[in-house]
C-alpha cells in the first residue's frame, strides 16, 4: 500500500482513470436538460452521512471493504473527487446545517452544550418554511437536552441519538449515559444501532406524504466502539487485525442499510423525485487506545486498527487531506449524469444548493461560506471562479486557495505549505521555498479568521 504515496499527480491521474473507467467515470457529459430544476418540483432530499468513513474504506475507491449499494449509487450518479469537510463530527455537522464554517460559531472540535445563536437559520428550518417536512435519524452531537435538540433547530421528527461515539447495542455514550431519543424525548430501544436508524429511515420514507421531504440519516458507524453480528464478520476472515474486521464488517452493515432505504425509495415511488447525497463526516481515524475511559459494554475491546485514507496523507483531527478529504457522491436518476466532479467543493456548500433546489430565498444575508454548487453538478458549468477554503481546529488552521494549500499549527505558528495538483499526497513542503506564497496566504487566513469573531446577523 505504501507504494501508492510515491505516485506523482500525473501518474495518480492515470490510475484513477483507468479504475474511473469502470465506473463510468469522466468530465461532464449528458447532464440534465436545460431548465430541467425549473419544471421539477420541490425535490425530496435524502442526506446520509457516514461517521469516520476514511478515503479508502469504500469499494469504489479500490478497498477491500465490499459496498455493493453504495458503488452501484456512485456508478450512477456524480463522483466527488474533491469532496471536503471539517477534520471532526460536530464541526462538519454544524457546517452542513448552517452553510457557514463552523469555526464562526466557536466550533472547533466535538462540542457539546449550545452551539447556534437563537436567530440562526438552520437548514430543515429554512425547507420546514418552505413546505417541506423534516426528518432525522441517526447520530444528532450539535447540542445537549433537553434544551439543544433536534426539533429545536427545525426538524419535525427526531430519531437516534444525542452525543458522539455509542455502543452500538446499550446506545449509551462512553460516559454510561443513555443517549437514545424518538422526537426528542429519551427512549429505550433494544438493537443493534445500523439497524436502528434505518428502521427509521425507511418508515420515514413509507409514511405518507403530501408534503416533500429533507431526510438526514446520520450513522454511528465506523467509529468506535465497533461490535458487529457474524453475518457481517464473517464476510472479512481474512483480515487479519481484529478492529479492522470490525470496521470493515460495520461499512458493510451500513451499506446493506443504505440498500434497503433506496428500496423503499423505489417501493414507494419516490425515488425518481429524491436527490440522494452521501458523505462522511471526515477522514478515517487511525486507532483508539484509550479505552478505559469508555464505559460502556466494549470497554475492554482495542481498536488498533480503524480507518484507512491512503493515499492521502493524514487522519481524522488533521487539516492534512486525509483528515478532510472525504467519499461523496450525488444521486437522482433521470436528472443527474453518471460521472465525476473534481472541482473542489466543501460541506457548507449544500445549505445554499439544497436552499435552491427547494426553491427558498432567505429574506435576507445568511452570510453563508458556502456555494451553490448545483451548477457544477448538473454540467451546467465547468468553469467556476477560484475558490477559497478555510480550516480551524483546536491545533492548527488551513486555507486553500487554487491548488496552494497553507498550514499552521496554532501551537507554534510553524508553516506547511503545498501545491495539491503537483502534490496531491502533501509529500512535499514548499513552505521555505515559497516564502512570499505563504505570507500572501498567513495574509488571507487572517483576514478570513478574522469573520469568526463577527456577530451573524
Given amino acids: 500500500m505504501s507504494n501508492l504515496r510515491t505516485l506523482n499527480r500525473r501518474e495518480f491521474m492515470r490510475v484513477f482513470a483507468a479504475g474511473a473507467a469502470g465506473l463510468g467515470l469522466g468530465g461532464c457529459h449528458g447532464g440534465i436538460t436545460k431548465g430541467a430544476v425549473e419544471q421539477q418540483n420541490q425535490p425530496n432530499i435524502v442526506f446520509i452521512i457516514a461517521d469516520d468513513l476514511g478515503w479508502r474504506d469504500i469499494g469504489y475507491q479500490g478497498s477491500e471493504i465490499r459496498t455493493p449499494n453504495l458503488d452501484r449509487l456512485a456508478k450512477e450518479g456524480r463522483i466527488f473527487d474533491q469532496h471536503y469537510v471539517m477534520p471532526t463530527c460536530t464541526p462538519t455537522r454544524v457546517g452542513l446545517l448552517s452553510g457557514r464554517y463552523p469555526s464562526r460559531f466557536g466550533v472547533l472540535s466535538p462540542a457539546y452544550g449550545k452551539i447556534y445563536d437563537d436567530d440562526i437559520l438552520t437548514l430543515p428550518e429554512a425547507l420546514k418554511r418552505n413546505g417541506y417536512t423534516t426528518h432525522i435519524s441517526g447520530k444528532w452531537h450539535m447540542g445537549s437536552p433537553p434544551d439543544f435538540t433536534p426539533m429545536k433547530y427545525g426538524f419535525t421528527s427526531s430519531y437516534g441519538y444525542f452525543a458522539g461515539q455509542i455502543d452500538p447495542y446499550t446506545h449509551h455514550y462512553k460516559t454510561g449515559e443513555n443517549s437514545w431519543h424518538r422526537n426528542d424525548n429519551y427512549l429505550d430501544e433494544t438493537g443493534h444501532a445500523t439497524d ?262
Fill in 196 to 457: 436502528l436508524i434505518t428502521n427509521d429511515a425507511v418508515r420515514v420514507i413509507k409514511s405518507r406524504h403530501t408534503q416533500p421531504f429533507f431526510l438526514y440519516i446520520a450513522y454511528s458507524v465506523p467509529h468506535y466502539p465497533l461490535k458487529e453480528p457474524e453475518k457481517w464478520l464473517a464476510m472479512y476472515t481474512k483480515i487479519k487485525e481484529e478492529s479492522r474486521r470490525w470496521f470493515a464488517a460495520s461499512v458493510t452493515h451500513m451499506d446493506e442499510g443504505i440498500g434497503r432505504i433506496v428500496n423503499a425509495l423505489d417501493q414507494t415511488g419516490l425515488r425518481k423525485d429524491t436527490l440522494l447525497v452521501f458523505v462522511s463526516d471526515n477522514g478515517g481515524q487511525k486507532s483508539w487506545h484509550s479505552d478505559t475511559e469508555y464505559k460502556g459494554r466494549y470497554a475492554s475491546l482495542p481498536h488498533t486498527v480503524l480507518g484507512n485514507n491512503l493515499p492521502l496523507r493524514g487522519w481524522k483531527g488533521d487539516c492534512y487531506e486525509g483528515g478532510i478529504r472525504v467519499p461523496g457522491f450525488v444521486n437522482w436518476p433521470q436528472t443527474i449524469s453518471s460521472g465525476k466532479i473534481e472541482i473542489p467543493v466543501h460541506i457548507v456548500d449544500w445549505m445554499p444548493t439544497l436552499c435552491r433546489l427547494a426553491f427558498f430565498e432567505p429574506k435576507h444575508s445568511l452570510q453563508w461560506d458556502g456555494q451553490d454548487i448545483w451548477p457544477i453538478i448538473t454540467c451546467e458549468t465547468t468553469q467556476v471562479s477560484e475558490r477559497i477554503l478555510y480550516w480551524k481546529t483546536p491545533s492548527a488552521s488551513a486555507v486553500r486557495q487554487g491548488d496552494w494549500k497553507l498550514i499552521i499549527s496554532r501551537k507554534n505558528d510553524h508553516s506547511e505549505l503545498f501545491n495539491l495538483m503537483n502534490d496531491p499526497y502533501e509529500m512535499n513542503d514548499l513552505a521555505d521555498q515559497e516564502s512570499k506564497r505563504v505570507s500572501e496566504l498567513k495574509a488571507l487566513l487572517k483576514q478570513i479568521a478574522n469573520r469568526d469573531r463577527e456577530r451573524i446577523s
